[in-house]
Structure formats: structure tokens, C-alpha cells
């Protein structure tokens, strides 16, 4: 599943950025093409040959799922063999820098997104006009230029809900703004409910950035680059609600132990009945769906601060994001081979269907609970960048796994502010 913190954060191991650097001084030594279309003179390969695809492997998305996916492809051109490979590292994200390193990289890689780092290794599909309607394709585009496509899109700021909790509260409708959640939690406590599921893990950090991302971009619509060009402190804008996480930890809002907890019991206990909300991303609606709650489960979007506009903007991250090598000595083929995957109608059905991901358009195999989760997203005044972000909008490599660290230190005594101070000094460490 490809989370923001998606996929590349729960299932891929974080290797230096010195690694992928000099993987790409191998590369480029090598000789291995040129930029974009316009100016690349390489070798465009022939009409028929391997392509090789990297790709992500999970319960779901497993090998044999790849070649189906992919043989409808080499049906329809005779003579192309679609090789599926599976990480050798933790990952992806672990494994590519290994195959640059080695001079063996794959023609085509699922999974990650293009950043100043990988840019320079792949191939630019700006003059790809197929590109310009695949989703977030402009919000990933990094210096104007667009060297990843994706299939779909993930809504991160979510709270999924048992609107039979919420009703034995006497909680009418879902909270709009993050006093009204406050206020919401203290009723479900009284009603003998956990208010708030959470756990260890990745959990911890995650759900409180996708808690932020509404709010956030409301206030600081330039978060990532005043962020970055120290116009604001990433720990001060995150402070208020730092400080309104720790009271809902004081007031048993969420469960002290939760930190020993992995991210299935959490699902559980949710799916089960004993927590009245759980944040999450949109692919928990596939894991929802399958567990059939007793319960009668619905799905709000994060509310914002108190004042601010309801819907607030919609943390969003893309969907089985693709790239093209540029060291491909099959680029046409590996080029038509990823627009087949993001623009061709069944082949997009397959894989928002198999990950549990959105699309605008594609709406009509959704369950209902998926299906308020495209409202969602269509409602979305805007859709912004989650966690370490893309595109244009980043933080530096290693942000997500940090600052899942420090919100999990206020579980083990550290006050808001002390996380705040902690993630100023990781930042500035990276300046």
C-alpha cells in the first residue's frame, strides 16, 4: 500500500542520502542518456525486448498480482516481456539505490517520487501529453518538470467512525473544527468508549500529521517552503496542536499504553467496537470493508481549528506513483509500458481496486464507505502534500520517522513543548 507516509514509511527502510548521491555520480559516469524527450538522443530502444519493473510486494500487492496487471500489456505487444521485480532490501526505496549503485537498475520503478536527489536519474515526461490528466501529476512536479505519474490518489486526513458510538453519546453530527472533536471525546469517554484509537509503530506520528494537514495548510498555505526558508519554526506552527494531543492523553482520550500496541491490534480494537474513532488514510477502507464491523462505520474529514473554513484542505499523497529511468536502453517501450499503466481504464480500475485508492471518475465499484471518501476528496477545497511531502513541497529525508519519535516521547513523559523544541532542532540540524 502506498502510504505518505504511506508505503515508503511503514515498509521501507530509510537509507542516507549519501548512498542514492553516489549511486547517481555511477550513473551519470556511466553515461547513461540524456533529459527529457525534447533533448534526449539516446537509444529508444526497440519495439519488442524486457522491461524491467521494480515494484512494491505486500499481502495484496503480490508478485502474481504484478503480471496480471501487466500482462494485458504484453498481449497487446507481441514480443515484450514485462519482468516483475521484487525488492532485495527491506524495499523499494532501500533496494533501487543498490541497484544504481550497482549498475543494474530496473527500466521502470513503482513506489517512489522524484526529489532533487532522484530527478537527476530519471527520465522527464513533461512533453508526454497523456501525462496531464493523471492525478497530482502538477503538485509532484519537481522545477516545473514532471518525472513521476501515478495511478491514483490517497486522501490522508481522515477519521473514520462508529456512528453508533457516536449516537449512544448523544453526538448528533461529526465535529467540523477540533474543539467540537475535544468536546466529542470527553461524551464517548463518559459513554464507555475509548475516543480515540491509536498505537506504536508508525501510528503515533502519522495521525496526528494527518490531524494537522487541514488546519495547517489553512493557515500557512506555503507551509513546506516557509518551513524550509525558516520563515516560521516547524515546531511552533505544530504546537497547539502538540499541546491538545497531550491534554487528550492526560484525559484518557487515548489509551496512555498505547505505544505497545501494533497497528492490527489498533485495527482491531477499532473494528471491534471498543474505540469510537480512528484516524487513518484512505487505505483503510479496504481493511473496513473486508472486517464487515457490526457497527455502522462512516468517515469525516479532519476537522480544523476553530474559525477556519470546514472542509479545510485534504492531506493527499499519490497513488502507485511511476517512474522511468533514464539509464533505460528500452525507454519507448518502459515509457509506454507506465502510460498504460496510469491512463488505461482497466488496468487503473485493477489498481485503485487492489490498494484501496481513489480517483476521480472511477467511483463506481467503491463501496459506500469508499464512496464518502471520494465525497471527501471532491469536497476538499484543496488537496495538500502529507508528511515529508513531493514535489515542490518537502521536508527533509528522515522527517516522518523523527517526528514520529518525538509525539511518541509525550507518552513517556515530555510536554508539548519539548517535542516542539526537539523537531526545531532536528530541523535546523538539516539546514
Request: aromatic share 8%; hydrophobic share 40%; charged share 20%.
Amino acid at each position: 500500500m502506498a502510504r505518505s507516509v504511506p508505503r515508503t514509511t511503514r515498509r521501507s527502510a530509510r537509507r542516507t542520502l549519501g548512498l542514492l548521491a553516489s549511486a547517481a555520480i555511477l550513473v551519470s559516469a556511466a553515461g547513461c542518456g540524456g533529459g527529457g524527450f525534447s533533448d534526449d538522443k539516446g537509444a529508444a530502444g526497440g519495439s519488442t525486448g524486457e522491461v524491467r519493473m521494480l515494484v512494491n510486494i505486500t499481502p495484496n500487492l503480490t508478485k502474481s498480482y504484478w503480471e496480471g496487471l501487466v500482462k494485458p500489456f504484453e498481449d497487446a505487444n507481441p514480443g515484450v516481456d514485462v519482468k516483475i521485480e521484487a525488492p532485495t532490501g527491506s524495499g523499494v526505496k532501500d533496494t533501487l539505490p543498490q541497484l544504481l549503485a550497482a549498475g543494474n537498475a530496473p527500466d521502470v520503478v513503482e513506489t517512489l517520487m522524484a526529489d532533487k536527489v532522484l530527478a537527476p536519474q530519471m527520465l522527464d515526461l513533461t512533453d508526454q501529453a497523456w501525462t496531464k490528466d493523471t492525478p497530482l501529476v502538477e503538485q509532484a512536479a519537481l522545477d516545473g518538470k514532471v518525472y513521476t505519474v501515478g495511478v491514483g490518489q490517497q486522501a490522508q486526513s481522515l477519521v473514520f467512525y462508529n456512528k453508533d458510538a457516536f449516537a449512544k453519546a448523544g453526538i448528533s453530527a461529526p465535529p467540523r473544527n477540533l474543539d467540537e472533536l475535544t468536546a466529542a471525546m470527553g461524551k464517548l469517554k463518559a459513554a464507555g468508549y475509548l475516543p480515540l484509537q491509536t498505537a506504536g509503530d508508525y501510528v503515533t506520528g502519522l495521525q496526528l500529521l494527518q490531524l494537522s494537514d487541514p488546519s495547517i495548510a489553512t493557515k500557512y498555505p506555503d507551509w513546506y517552503q516557509q518551513v524550509n526558508s525558516k520563515q516560521v519554526k516547524l515546531g511552533d506552527t505544530m504546537l497547539p496542536l502538540l499541546e491538545r494531543y497531550e491534554s487528550w492523553i492526560k484525559n484518557g482520550y487515548v489509551d496512555k499504553n498505547a505505544l505497545g500496541l501494533k497497528d492490527v491490534g489498533a485495527q482491531t480494537n477499532f473494528l471491534s467496537g471498543k474505540a469510537a474513532m480512528y484516524i487513518m488514510g484512505s487505505w483503510f477502507v479496504r481493511t473496513a470493508d473486508e472486517a464487515k464491523p457490526s457497527f455502522d462505520l462512516g468517515v469525516f474529514a479532519a476537522p480544523t481549528e476553530p474559525g477556519q473554513p470546514s472542509p479545510g484542505p485534504q492531506g493527499v499523497t499519490m497513488a502507485a506513483p511511476y517512474m522511468v529511468l533514464k539509464s533505460t536502453e528500452q525507454r519507448d517501450l518502459a515509457v509506454k509500458l507506465v502510460q498504460y499503466l496510469v491512463t488505461d481504464k482497466d488496468a487503473v480500475q485493477s489498481q485503485l481496486a487492489q490498494d484501496g485508492n481513489f480517483r476521480k471518475g472511477f467511483t463506481d465499484k467503491l463501496s459506500p464507505l469508499g464512496k464518502q471518501v471520494q465525497e471527501i476528496l471532491d469536497q476538499a477545497p484543496k488537496h495538500v502534500a502529507q508528511g515529508e511531502g513531493y514535489g515542490a513541497s518537502t521536508l527533509p529525508s528522515g522527517f516522518n520517522g523523527e517526528w514520529n519519535k518525538a509525539v511518541q516521547s509525550l507518552y513517556t513523559g515530555k510536554s508539548a513543548k519539548d517535542v516542539a523544541t526537539r523537531i526545531d532542532a532536528w530541523m535546523g540540524s538539516k539546514s
